[in-house]
């Protein structure tokens, strides 16, 4: 005779609130108790005992795909607290004791996808459910790139988006204010090198002086012992155009000792990209850091067909040894602001100066023969979209200039009956020198290649939002909703571009090698249970140029830490997502 007892291993109940832990607790209690009268019993009659695991949550008959890039297979997957406890398979008795089963036939289980490049750092602050983040399947959520949440000292501005307070001086202060709201998805950052230069000289143009630098050095530092996961740059714009590479080679070689990466939107993505990647390999090399390029494109159409270049130019260094990666989002458009179109000595001397070269004709004038002409070694949108109906107006902020977002500098110049240049410089000084703009630049066969390349990741360059409210203002770039769903049905499903073992390693494990994450984006016993469940059939984006703010489809179970977040596609609103930081030896 055997009898089957069970046993509970959530002693640990840190992976919900006050009323999980005390469930928890009761549940660990009353399971002692019972398995102490089991073994009594036994030992009386001389039965074997057979033990019984009692899992939290168990996902039965799922196709598993595990980061890893091999191939599918059919598992169980039991979760016990915020830990995946086994992959294989579930008895019957171990069901019966599980607090949660999910049948996942018909559905493939993979690791939450982990987004590398996002701007979530304030709507988070708002609103910590991260809708259009926790619908797409996404877990974690990186943060940080050039102007990052904190620090937040010296000249660097306290304004905030959304009318928000910034009452915290470094990223600590960040992560504690984001953690007394609470937060659906994990949180990583990286800290900014633009923001650290802001805080010691502001929107200054000149070069730091040797002080100066020491400073901004040891603002990198103070926030990679607070927990950011490397350093991140974009130089495409002032003032993060002022950043020299010898500056950022010494702000790099700062986060080196603690393992930390160098992220980069580099100085040019059309005439100039592969100037452009050669000094991110430059200050990889010089500082000894891993590199990833952010959003990886040719966003030129006079470029067009060029990516098998600039991807093989990043290969012959990768054979020399150096880690050099990218990550790009599925779409041939890309989201800037319209400010971009402005030349670079108008924007030398700061905001208010720039706001004044747009309200003056005579500067008017020279802007608009650069636009149309060119300056050497500036990124000009213009002559890289071909026309002014390959830049739409994403948002405003003005009653007035709302009937604008959706529409592109062509019709608004046709609406108004003005030049594309007065229309440009002209919302730019309504709206306070800033309207988000999406930007019409990229090949299809471009994107493709690029996504071929085993080293090129998946980020959305996207912000958590939600169709209602004040995240709901605006026509934002799709990807804000729509990243992951459209790389696995559009992509993977319907033009077979790479396989879905591949799409989701791109999304998982690649991305947690590059930060560093040691026990996140692999389904495998032992890592955090961070899970997206979807039916690979159906899932697709819904969102669109016209219509952004509609979420995808396909994605029916979202699990962080152990926790249910999205159950059968609906948000439950818990917030079990953690503070995720940079481990390094201390030195």
């Known amino acids: 005779m055997q009898i089957r007892y069970l046993i509970s ?131 974690t959520e990186v943060l940080g790139e050039s102007r990052s949440a904190g620090p937040v000292t010296g000249r660097a501005s306290r304004e905030a988006p959304y009318g928000l307070s910034v009452d ?44 100066e630098m020491d400073e901004m050095r ?40 603690f393992g930390g990466i160098y992220s980069t939107h580099i100085r040019s993505e059309g005439e100039g990209i592969e100037e452009a990647i050669r000094e991110a390999i430059e200050i990889g090399e010089a500082a000894e850091v891993p590199v990833d390029i952010i959003h990886l494109k040719v966003a030129d159409r006079r470029l067009w067909g060029q990516m098998a270049n600039v991807c093989d130019l990043i290969e012959e260094a990768r054979k020399r040894g150096l880690e050099i990666t990218a990550n790009q989002y599925p779409y041939i458009a890309g989201q800037n602001n319209l400010v971009a179109m402005v030349p670079p000595w108008a924007m030398a001397d700061g905001r208010e100066e720039m706001m004044a070269h747009l309200a003056r004709s005579d500067s008017r004038k020279r802007m608009e023969r650069d636009i149309y002409e060119g300056i050497p070694g500036w990124f000009n949108h213009y002559l890289a979209m071909g026309d002014w109906g390959g830049c739409m107006v994403a948002s405003v902020n003005s009653e007035e200039n709302k009937r604008f977002e959706g529409k592109s500098i062509s019709e608004i110049s046709k609406l108004l009956g003005k030049s594309p240049t007065d229309v440009t410089f002209d919302l730019l000084l309504e709206e306070g020198g800033s309207v988000p703009a999406v930007y019409f630049l990229m090949s299809e066969k471009d994107v493709c290649h690029a996504m071929q390349r085993p080293w090129v990741s998946f980020g959305s360059d996207g912000t958590a939002v939600r169709p209602d409210g004040v995240l709901g203002e605006g026509r934002p770039h799709p990807r804000w909703y729509g990243t992951f769903p459209r790389i696995l049905g559009k992509y993977v499903r319907e033009d077979g571009v790479i396989s879905v073992e591949e799409a989701i390693r791109k999304m998982t494990s690649l991305n947690a090698a590059k930060l560093g994450l040691v026990d996140r984006g692999l389904l495998v016993e032992g890592n955090k249970a961070d899970l997206t469940v979807f039916d690979a059939s159906k899932i697709i984006d819904r969102a669109s140029f016209a219509d952004p703010h509609r979420y995808p489809v396909g994605v029916e179970y979202v699990i962080v830490n152990g926790v249910m977040v999205l159950d059968q596609g609906s948000h439950l609103g818990t917030k079990p997502g953690r503070i995720l930081k940079k481990h390094h030896d201390s030195i």
């Open 218 to 257: 040891e603002l990198v530092v103070q926030a990679m012992e607070d927990g950011a996961f490397g350093l991140s740059s974009a130089l495409l714009v002032p003032p993060n155009t002022y950043i020299t590479t010898a500056q950022l080679i010494e702000l790099a070689r700062a986060v080196k000792p």
């Open 9 to 139: 291993r959530n002693t640990n109940a840190d992976f919900d609130h006050s009323q999980g832990k005390r469930r928890a607790g009761i549940r660990f209690e009353t399971s002692v108790r019972l398995a102490g009268i089991v073994l009594i019993f036994a030992a009386l009659t001389g039965c074997q005992l057979q033990p019984v695991e009692v899992f939290d949550l168990v996902i039965l008959n799922g196709e598993v795909v595990d980061g890893s890039g091999s191939n599918r297979f059919f598992a169980d997957v039991a979760i016990t607290g915020d830990t995946i406890e086994r992959i294989g398979t579930v008895s019957d008795a171990e069901k019966r004791s599980a607090s949660r089963l999910i049948d996942a036939q018909g559905l493939m289980v993979s690791p939450g996808f982990i987004d590398i490049h996002t701007h979530s750092d304030y709507t988070l602050l708002l609103d910590g459910t991260a809708q259009s983040k926790i619908r797409q399947g996404v877990t």
């Open 168 to 211: 915290w001086d470094d990223l600590g202060g960040y992560f504690e204010r984001l953690e007394k709201g609470g937060v659906s998805v994990n949180v990583a950052t990286y800290v900014g090198a633009t923001q650290v230069r802001l805080c010691v000289m502001g929107e200054d143009s000149r070069d730091p002086t040797d002080a």
